[in-house]
């Protein structure tokens, strides 16, 4: 009997059966989620920052999808380890892809995700930090962006363009914005408790945010 042929390089092969950087950071500087199970793939990242230099010390991924989902994480920590945090948003899909020698062009969408969690991780350790460059108002318009980053778990798509969020309200306190965002789910909802610690981690850390609360359909 013959093998079957994979569309994989060498490398992404290495990759997928011997990943590295594999695991969660306890207490990370910057954390990202991206994609979901539902959809077919997940990527998480953390990583640590050493404050003075900006550069990532320590990074690791969790994932949740095929061969190249899974090498794609493995090779964006290596590429990102070492490098300043500026360094390391400079990777793209396409230099990812190139690293392990190609990808099959139905696959690029894993490179694709492994980039997007990689910047979301470092941007969640700015907004953490305060050093955020961007200095653009919390806006309905800024957390329904955010927001796209946070996946509904019944269909694998964000919570924005399935309507999942019912209502986002903005009030402006003495000391900060004060952001109450309304989830249609049951509070006892298997995910509901997932679903708002990733909207709470895409938003309460914005420098003009004092707090967020995400209330379900039976609050």
């Known amino acids: 009997m013959s093998k079957i042929k994979l ?9 997928f059966k011997n990943p590295r950087n594999v695991g969660e950071i306890e207490n990370p500087d910057g954390k990202a989620i991206e994609g979901s199970p539902a959809c077919g793939d997940m990527v ?20 949740y999808g095929c061969a190249s989902n899974i090498a794609t994480g493995s090779i964006i920590t290596e590429m990102a380890k070492g490098k300043t945090i500026d360094e390391a948003k400079k990777i793209s899909w396409k230099s990812a892809s190139e690293e392990l020698g190609g990808l099959p062009a139905v696959k690029a969408h894993c490179s694709v995700l492994a980039v997007s969690s990689l910047r979301e991780a470092i941007r969640n350790y700015e907004e ?52 109450e965002i309304t989830v249609d789910l049951p509070e006892d909802h298997q995910f509901a ?3 708002k610690k990733e909207i709470q981690e895409k938003i309460e850390h914005r420098k003009d945010v004092k707090k967020v609360i995400v209330k379900f359909l039976n609050n």
Do not use: A, C, W
Not at 7 to 15: G, I
Not at 44 to 63: A, G, N, P
Not at 134 to 160: A, C, Y
């Open 44 to 63: 998480q990242l953390t990583l640590k920052v050493d404050e003075k230099t900006k550069r990532i010390t320590d990074i690791k991924f969790k994932s």
């Open 128 to 179: 953490r930090h305060g050093i955020i460059h961007e200095v653009e108002p919390t806006t309905e318009e800024v957390v329904k962006r955010r927001l796209r980053h946070v996946m509904n778990p019944l269909t694998g798509l964000d919570v924005i363009r399935t309507n999942l969020i019912s209502n986002i309200s903005i009030k402006n306190g003495s000391d900060g914005k004060i952001i």
């Open 7 to 15: 569309p994989y390089t060498k490398k992404v092969l290495e990759h």
């Open 193 to 195: 408790n997932n679903v």
